[in-house]
Each structure stands twice: as C-alpha cells, then as structure tokens.
C-alpha cells in the first residue's frame, strides 16, 4: 500500500491570498522553500491491487491530480463536509471519464446530505455515455465501524473538529486524521500503535479547531506511534524550522510527499 500527499496546507493554504504586493501571506515561511507551498489537505490511498480510494476533494483537486501523476481513481472517501475538503468536487467528472463510470462516495449521513444539497447535480443517476458532470453514488458510513472500500478495510473513528465533527480512519498499520482538535477514547483505540499517523497539526499555539504541536506530541507519545507526519499546516509552520527543531519521529508533511507502506 503507498500514500499520496495532494496537499497538506490548511483552508487557505500557503500563501494565503494577499501579502505586501497581492503576491501571497506567507507569515513566518520561507517563500524560497517550495516544500512550504501547500495546497488544500488531500491524500490518495492505493492499495497493492492498483486501486485507490481519493480522500477528500479539495478545490485544488485538478492541479494535485496532474502533478502526482494521478488520472484514475477507484472511490471517494469524505472526511467532512468544509469547503477546503469538498470545493474540488466538479474536476470528478474527468475521474468519471477515465474510470468510465459513477464512483462511489463514502461519507456519514450528515456529511453525504451537505454534499448533495450543495452539488445535487452530482448525485443525479447517470446518462449515458457521457460525463458533462461529476456522477457520484453515496455511501452512508458510520464511525465506530469497519467498511471496505475498494479492497481496503477502513476502521473508522469520530474526531472533534471545533463545535462539530470530522471522520478519521485506519487501515493496517496506516492513520489519517485532518481537521481534529480532541479525540475520546474510542478513537485512541483505534488509531494506538499506528506504524505511520497523518495528523493535523495547524499551527504552534494552541487552536480552537486544530490540533497544535504541543498537543501532537502528546498523542503520539501516549499512542505509541512510530512515524507522525504532520498536514493541515498554516503560515506558522516553517519547513526548515521543523526540520530543525521537530523531535524524532515527527516530521513535515510536503504536496507530493509517498509514503510506502
């Protein structure tokens, strides 16, 4: 199984529109170091059949799939329903296309529900031969439960994410958790002794709707985790200061970065 990082970058992504010369709002990252340009967090899953389940669609979804080299994907997997994971939505068409079919969504109930009131057209049955829209078929999930998709076994757990909710999942020795600020019990069983976690570090400083570093640390240390990369990341998170001052076993995440599992 391999891991796609599409992006790492937080809602507005690095830079953020803006700046002195309208050119980007960098905060503390160096614009010289391409590793701290980020687009909106998205990952691919690809199982060792070739298959692969998209997580989230970013509204950078077009540029992330052209420059992984990615024209083909099997599922879609929702975390939540935000802009920054679902704006993307519209570039599915062209997954259509090339698959040659509607693809199946995963999302829990409220989520799938927000997607379809937003993009009613995508959830329409398809006519065809042609794809002139994103054709999707849903798939209610629950957290607290297992599903297979596309030959993965997903274990899925609930996550606070400011006053609502987000899903995060394992499957094997793998984790992803964007978009999370506290985890119950129920998700610590799930996701301990992970041999690689993705998990959303926004920022240094505490934060209301994100997990910040000092708080990562703490979960990986009481979760045992092996490898912690961190996604989700603003314009506090310099590359070359986490490469300097992050402690062993947690690192940056980058747009482009495979982890071979």
Partial sequence: MRVVVLGCGGSAAVPMIGGEDGRGDWGVCDPLESRNRRSRSSIVVEGDDGRRVLVD???DLRNQLLANGIGRVEAIFYTHAHADHVAGLD??????RNLGRPLQVFGTAPVLAEISDRFAYAFRPWTPPSFYRPVLLPRVIVAGQAVEI???RLDLFEQVHGSGTTLGFRVGDFTYST????????????????RTWIVDCFQRAPHPAHASLDLVRLWSQELGIKRTVLTHMGTDMDWAWMRDSLPPGIEAAHDGLILTL
Avoid at 91 to 96: C, E, F, P, Q
Avoid at 181 to 189: C, G, I, P, T
């Fill in 57 to 59: 669609t970013s509204p």
């Fill in 91 to 96: 570039d599915v068409r062209s997954l259509n």
């Fill in 150 to 152: 596309e030959g993965l």
């Fill in 179 to 194: 978009d999370v600020v506290a985890l119950d019990d129920a998700a610590k069983r799930v996701i301990a002794g992970s």
